[in-house]
């Protein structure tokens, strides 16, 4: 029983070169997003295709419309603008922190 010769198949597995092609000739892996992003991520592929290709690319029609990209555009200077205002906050309450320490060393030292 345990001595019976097994020859392996060159059918089925895992195969170079095997699968799917690429429409786009760009690399791409399979990641989860929440449904509620669904319509800006593909919006957010569309147009960096479009950046990185002047004219775009026949083989990669868009999967956006002009009004998904206008909410994408939006969505992302809200987010930036968010950013930007969270950044602001960070560094003033880290220069609040410096300004305590010093005042708190300087008492101690009187």
């Not at 003033?92 to 005042?103: G, H, I, N, T």
Request: cysteine-free; charged content about 40%; overall charge positive.
């Amino acid at each position: 029983m345990g001595n019976e010769n097994v020859s392996k198949s060159k059918r089925g597995g895992k195969r170079e070169g095997a699968g799917r092609k690429s429409r786009a000739g760009i690399h791409s892996v399979v990641m989860r997003v929440p449904a509620s992003m669904e319509e800006l991520v593909q919006a957010f592929i569309d147009i960096y295709s479009d950046w990185i290709r002047e004219e775009g690319d026949k083989f990669a029609p868009h999967k956006t419309n002009e009004t998904q990209r206008a909410l994408f555009r939006q969505t992302v200077s809200g987010m930036l603008e968010f950013e930007r205002e969270r950044l602001v906050k960070r560094n003033k309450e880290d220069s609040d922190r410096r300004q305590l320490r010093l005042f708190e060393n300087e008492t101690k030292s009187e």
